[in-house]
């Protein structure tokens, strides 16, 4: 009896978990902003697009259904495309880069089913100072904005993705300022930042002249740096 008991209340914490599989594909599920107009699931799963993903509202639960390959996955859910909420019931948390937090999970195959496992959560993401940082690439310029120089010959288009602009991989367009060298320029306030840059649309860079990189979740790593003031001026890189 114990047994059954225990099995039970297994089933009743997977069953009413924010993030579980069913029938081959991974079911979130949003308990709060119940009144709410539309909530819109963002996450690493669409580059953090805030209005691709709508949910369904289910007697005052907001639900949506993704097939998931396995690999480990952010979200957040953002309610009437504006306000970015973190989940309460997410099975790990992430620093979101903006004081808050991503929800985390890694989705693996076992015995040929999908299973949603716990993310961990990142206290402390070190810096690895890059020494052949040339400040000439990364600037700010007498306007008050940051410059950031890319080269990679051969692209169609460049974007820039990072905490800035929620790592959004459309929004904020590079321009090629010479044969290959490709230019973002960011309005930014006072703060840290990380930031890939994004060749056509599907291939995020790490830009190797950042000022620092660190581990960017996912094997790889995001460009650092920061922007302060010295002497009474605006500064980007490293304080």
């Known amino acids: 009896m114990k047994k059954f008991i225990c099995i039970l209340l297994i089933f009743s914490v997977l ?10 594909k991974v079911v979130f599920t949003f308990k709060e902003a119940v009144d709410a107009k539309v909530v819109y699931l963002a996450g690493t799963f669409n580059n953090w697009s805030s209005s691709s993903i709508a949910m369904e509202k289910e007697e005052g639960v907001w639900k949506i259904s993704l097939k998931l390959e396995p690999g480990t996955y952010q979200y957040k859910y953002v309610i009437d495309g504006k306000n970015w909420k973190e989940d309460p019931e997410a099975p790990g948390y992430v620093d979101d880069g903006f004081g808050g937090k991503n929800g985390i999970f890694t989705l693996v195959e076992k015995d040929g089913k999908l299973v949603v496992l716990k993310g961990e959560e990142k206290k402390e ?26 080269e990679h010959k051969g692209a169609d288009y460049v974007t820039i993705a990072g905490n800035f602009n929620k790592w959004n991989a459309e929004e904020t367009e590079c321009y090629e300022v010479d044969d290959g060298v490709w230019e973002a320029v960011l309005e930014l306030s006072e703060g840290d930042y990380q930031y890939k840059f994004v060749v056509n649309g599907t291939n995020w860079v790490t830009d190797p002249n950042a000022p620092a990189f660190v581990d960017d979740g996912f094997g790889g790593k995001n460009g650092f740096f920061q922007v302060y003031k010295k002497d009474g001026k605006l500064t980007v890189g490293l304080k």
């Open 15 to 24: 069953n009413f978990s924010a993030v579980l599989v069913k029938d081959d």
């Open 125 to 150: 993401n070190k810096k690895e100072v890059n020494k052949n940082f040339d400040p000439k690439k990364m600037f700010v310029d007498d306007e008050g904005y940051v410059v950031i120089r890319f």
